[in-house]
Every structure is written in C-alpha cells, then in structure tokens.
C-alpha cells in the first residue's frame, strides 16, 4: 500500500495520471455533503469572468465612437455600464468565494474527523509502523495544503482556463489576423504550466516528507528536553536537527528554484506575444485595417491572459502541494488495522478461566524473531497473577495480547471461555481495564479523567477508586478536589501521583480482569504495599495481573509467571519459585543483598 504512491511519484506520465485518480477515490467522497457549493463558487466565477470579457469591448467603443467623436454623453453612458460590470462582476466573485471557502472548509473538517476516526482504528502494530510524528504531520499540515488546494480549484480551475480562452476567441471577434498571435501563445503557455506542475509533485512531496523529519525531531527533543540537559547533549541535538532543518531547506529550494520558473517564462511568453500584437496592430491601425480602440481591446486581452496565468501559476503551486499532500493522506486511509471486530461476538463464560494463553507465540511487524515464544498458563476469576523477569524478556508485550493491543502469531488468547479474537469491540473493552506503563492523563479535571473508565459512574464509585488507588491524600490536597483542573498530560502533578490516578481510572471500570502494566514503579514500597492489599480485597473480586521488576509486588500474588526472552521460565507460588526457579531467584537475590527468604 504505503510503495504503490511512491512509486507512482517516480514516473511523471502516465503514472501521474493514475496516482491522481487513486488521490480523488479516497478524497472526493468527503466532499458529497458539499456538491451544491461545489457547483456555485466556479459558475459564479464564471459568470464573473464572462462579464470581464466584455470590459474590453466596452472600451474600444469608447476609444471608437465616444472619444473618436468627442461625444462626452456616450462616454459617461459607457463608464457607467464599466462601473456596473465591476460592481456585478464583485458581487458574484464574493459569492463563488463564500461558497469555495465553505465547501473547502467543510471538505477539510470532515476529512479530518474521518482521518482521527480511523487512526483510531489502527492496532498498536499499524501505529507503531506509522509513527506518531507522521500521523500528526497528516492531520496538520497536509490538510491544510488540501484544503486549499480545494479553495482554489474551486475558484480559478474553470475560471482561469475559460478567461484565457474565452479572451482568444473575443480577440477573433475583433480582428482575425490580429488574433492569430493568441494561438500560438496558448498552447506554449500551456505546455511550460504543465511541465512545471508535473516537475514539482514529487518534490513537494519530498518536502513534506523531510517536514515529517523535522516534526519527529522537535517532538522527541521536547519530551526528553530534561533528560538532553542531564546529559548536557544540547549542543548534539542542535547540531542534528539543524542537519534535519538543512534538507527541508534544501529539498523546499529544489521545489521553488522549478516552481519560480513558471512567473518568469510565462511573463516572457506573454510580453512577447504582446509586443508581436501591438507591432501587428500599429501596421493594420496604419493600413486602415483595424480601429485604434481595436488594437487597445486586443492588447486588454493580452493582459487579461496574463493576470490569468498569473493566478493560474498560484493555483498550478497550491494544486501539486495540495495533491502531494492528499497522496499522503490517502496512504494513511488506505491502512486496513491488522486487529478487526465481528460485529456480534459471544456472551463472556464467567464459569470459565478469566485468562488462558494456549501455545502463544507472538511477533512485531518488521522484527526479526519471535518476542514470544510458546506461551501457556490459566488465570482463573479473582486470581491475583503477578509477572516478572528482566528487561526486554516479553512481560508488556504478553499482556498486550489479552485486550488485543495485539493479535497473537500462533497460538491462541482465550478470556472467559472464548478467543480474544471472538468477542466485539465493546465486548472486549467491558472485560478488561489496563493500567499501562507510561501514566497518562489529559488536560482536564481529575473528575473528567476518572470518568473515561465509566462516564455513568457515581460519585461514590469515584471515591471508592481513589480510596483503593492510593489517592486520597492527591484530592485531598487540592483545593478544589475532583474538580482540579489538570495542564496536558498531568504535568502538574509528581509521577506517583499520576500513576495512582490512572490506576483510580482503571478501577472506575470495574472490568473483571485488571491488567497493572508496571505502573506502580514510581511509588514508595509503603504504598505499593497497600496498593496490593486493597485490591486484594476489592469486592468485585476482579482476576488482576500485575506486571513488574520488584519481587515485592508479585511476591503475595497467587500466581507467579516468570518470563526470560520471550519463554515463559517459570510459573507458580512465590515459595515454589524460590525453591526451584534459577531465573526467579536470581532476581529476587539482586533485589535482596543475596539474601534467601
């Protein structure tokens, strides 16, 4: 999907041609709610344009009877209907461009909603491939180039053509031989318009590319900005994003240096053109051939195609950014998520084990080997079921298989009684409630956050959740309680703090399998141990799963599964482990002087 496009930049013909339908099946249905606007804001530009081409025979009848016969009287009548032209010409260009902006505007928020809507469907494998900084870069800045890629086409597509040739055919109607001229220097205008937008695509597209460098590269530099002055790397990451900023720079160069040709080459072909008419129109005015006023509407004309191309140009700039840009969104739409929902899926068994893993091996998208390997265990209902092992040896991404942030390779992930795969989306989310390991919260009040677990819960729910989260003392210490406003991401409130609160979040639930992903790492021993105690003692009696390094807060857990690269090393009581588990004890040793307990 993602190659097709690119290799559909590489050739400029035919290939063009077909990327551009690709574009327009994707982009255009997003327009349907719009067609009536569509329709007026390029035949009001039109009408507009055809009362611009009747401007210049209004002043050779000036230049021809009026001053010709220094009739004052029909002169002023004259001026007049000029002064109405504008007039009514301005009326309706104000319409077309209410109804372009509208449907442009329109276009772009439906867009947008549809584009959030369906990354929101990806899988963490699709979003993992994409990247967060070129999702951004998509709903950004390439909408905005679309957009007014619309606004313009909308406005000057029909208009411009119809103007250049509309004032060809009104110079024939003035003087033939005169106006040959004008068919010599349309199609090479033409020519030079289309060589220069087919040209530009792909380097626009590089641009936007080399924009989504840049973009990644502030977004990684502004969240481990503390960490760059802990390191006293500032001077590196300078020095990379200004080689970041140089091929932007350079790539934005390559583009304008082609797109800054078109100004220049068709100013040139039109003042050739004109001084070719004005030279032929003098010799024709000097044979009696033609008017004085003849040769100025001719001339009119002239101007008139070249203010045309000139806004042609601008449109020509905006339309291949505009279709680089939806390129690029259009490959963003085209990702089908990897992890699809039936529509109805089986009622939950609650006789049956809350977890199974049978035979479950998994691997990333792109990854070499397998991550895990051969899986197997049960986890019954309100069993506590602690996983531990070393860095990197597959805990999150095991637990990531049980609300499908994944979908297992082999094997298969079973929850109260049936596939994880089975179950609908709704379904599935009522089941499980996840902690993850990085605490994230939103702008927002605490009540606000808490409520995203069940936006139906009470106020006695919420207070329960803190109360068994640890949390009470956060509230407490806030002068306006749950109704504390939070900055983006919680950052007003210490790592503890956020992670007690997303673990409140989660219990608000009350799904009946919990899944604490390391998320109680920043919290002092003392509160991590009533943490344990009070979700041992919860009333709903949910199947918890607690992921995490610290022997101490797996140790109580009724079940312990140890992993080490991507096997499952061990599993059983905290005492069984200790007596007969080399892995296990290994860690619990570094984590206890040595000691054996």
Known sequence: MQE?????LKNLTICDTIFLVII?????????????????????????????LFVPLVVKRIIDVGILNHDVSYILKMCLLLTLLAFTGLAFSITAQYFSARAAVGFSTELRYSLFRHIGTLSYTEIDTLGTSKLITRMTSDVNQVQNGINLTLRLLLRSPFVVFGAMIMAFTVDVPSAVTFTGTIPVLTAVVFAIMLGTVPLYKTVQKNLDGILSKTRSSLTGVRVLRAFT????????FGRKNSLLLASQKKAGRISALLNPLTYVIINVATIILIYTGALRVEAGAISQGSVVALYNYMAQILVELIKLASLIITITKAIASGGRIAEILDVNPSVSYPEKGPEPDFSKPAVEFRNVSFTYKNAGEESLSDISFTV????????????????STLINLIPRFYDATKGEVLLFGHPVRDYDRK??????????????????????????????ATEEDLLSAIKTAQAEDIIKSKEKGLDEVLTEG?????????????IARALVKKAPVLILDDSASALDLGTDMRLRKALSELSDSPSVFIVSQRISSVASCDKILVTEDGALAGMGTHEELLASNDVYREIYNSQNGGAEK
């Open 4 to 8: 097709k496009p690119e290799s559909l």
């Open 24 to 52: 327009l099946k994707k982009l255009l249905p997003f327009i349907k709610n719009y067609r009536l606007e569509t329709v007026l804001a390029p035949l009001f530009k039109m009408i507009e344009a055809l009362l611009e």
């Open 233 to 240: 790397t500032e001077k590196r990451d300078i020095e990379d």
């Open 380 to 395: 019954n209902k309100g069993e506590k079921a602690g996983i531990t092992g070393s860095t990197g040896s597959g805990k």
């Open 427 to 456: 379904t599935l989310n009522s089941l499980v409630s996840v902690v993850p390991q990085k605490a994230v919260l939103f702008s927002g009040t605490i009540r606000e956050n808490l409520l995203w677990g069940n936006p139906d």
């Open 490 to 502: 919680g950052k007003n409130l210490s790592g503890g703090q956020r992670q007690r609160l997303t």
